[in-house]
């Protein structure tokens, strides 16, 4: 926005003395920012998960009296966070950046009154509920984690263990669903099913043109008795190839209405997708044999119909042409004898 505004942003050097709170996104630097002048307490910087879990530990069984600890869940405090690895920021430059960005005393801020900014804090302390075993092994189940080879323990939770996000699930501390090897086992499963029962026909293959997957309907569309004999195959074994092939080489999907199998006397509506991300193409065909039987009989009896409709009316116009033919016979006879006639009757 800066840039397409004309603004430009030149590179400065801070001045003056104050900036000392600028040591604050560095492990320790909320301690650097503090006036540490009480001898009977002890200021500790602690940063990571696992290091801030062990210290509260230790305050929990009865340590650390009398202490002061900073503590930051990121390596390193804010300039280690999530979003920096995106960078590719090092610790030891960045905290140098910071240091050096800093300075030894505070700006000149008018300070609230102790009073003003003191707080009374209640205990939260919860019932030392502890779930058993078996309801542990209950929600690991529903996680989709019936034995211990299933624990995976990957930490995309933000848990540790399998078994500990179970026993946080029982605490009413985490969602069952947010486990990743679960959703993406649900995800399968449901996909699976799908495929298994659609009547369409799927049939997958690569970019080599080799057959990937196949379900059921497929096979009883084109009479396989067994998937297997087919998966690895070459596409061209099946199925006419070249509806893949200008797919695959267009990048674009293809979409074919009433196509005909002469090797299985089926008709099918297919549809060819390419998902050029995953490099396989996906075929799905909807069988309308029977549609297209039907269409064909209905066709050979309007066929037949207009036929007979035809011979009938050639029929009647014969007939009529006989019948005029007749009477104009009959005419030309009747003339002839009263022309005959009258002149008889002239002469007399």
């Known amino acids: 926005w800066l840039a397409e505004a004309g603004v430009k942003v030149e590179q400065g050097k801070a001045v003056g003395e104050e900036g000392r709170a600028r040591t604050f996104p ?48 990121c390596s390193g405090s804010c300039v280690g966070g999530p979003i920096m690895d995106k960078h590719h920021c090092l610790l030891l430059s960045d905290y140098q950046e910071v240091v050096r960005y800093a300075k030894p005393k505070d700006f000149s801020i008018p300070q609230p009154a102790p009073t003003e900014i003191a707080r009374e804090h209640t205990s939260l302390k919860r019932g030392t509920y502890q779930p058993g075993e078996t309801a542990i092994r209950e929600v690991l189940a529903k996680m989709g984690k019936t034995s211990v080879a ?57 970019e080599a043109m080799e057959v990937h997957q196949i379900n059921a309907a497929a096979c009883k569309l084109m009479n ?50 390419y998902i050029k991300s995953c490099h396989i193409l996906i075929c799905i065909m909807r069988d309308i044999t029977e549609e297209a039987r039907a269409q064909e009989r209905k066709e050979e009896l309007s066929q037949t119909t207009i036929e007979i409709t035809d011979k009938v009316i050639e029929k009647q116009m014969r007939a009529v042409q006989e019948i005029a033919s007749l009477l104009g016979e009959t005419t030309a006879e009747t003339k002839v004898a009263l022309t005959k006639l009258k002149e008889s009757l002239g002469h007399e």
Do not use: W
């Open 26 to 73: 560095t492990c320790g630097g909320i301690l650097q920012c503090m006036d540490r002048n009480n001898p009977d307490y002890t200021y500790f910087a602690v940063d990571g998960v696992e290091n801030c879990m062990r210290v509260l530990e230790d305050v929990v069984s009865g340590g650390g009296k009398h202490a002061f600890v900073e503590m930051s869940a």
């Open 150 to 206: 299933d624990e995976l323990n990957c930490g995309s939770c933000g848990y540790d263990t399998c078994r500990e996000k179970a026993i946080a699930v029982l605490l009413g501390k985490a969602d069952m669903n947010m486990c990743l090897p679960f959703l993406l086992a649900k995800a399968e499963s449901f996909s699976d099913t799908i495929i298994k029962n659609t009547p369409n026909a799927i049939l997958v293959v690569n």
């Open 224 to 273: 396989i008795s067994d998937p297997r004999n087919v998966l690895g195959d070459q596409l061209v074994h099946i199925l006419d190839p070249m509806p893949f092939i200008q797919a695959y080489s267009q990048e674009r999907n293809l979409v074919q209405k009433h196509v005909y199998l002469a090797d299985y006397k089926k008709y099918v509506d297919q549809t060819v997708l």
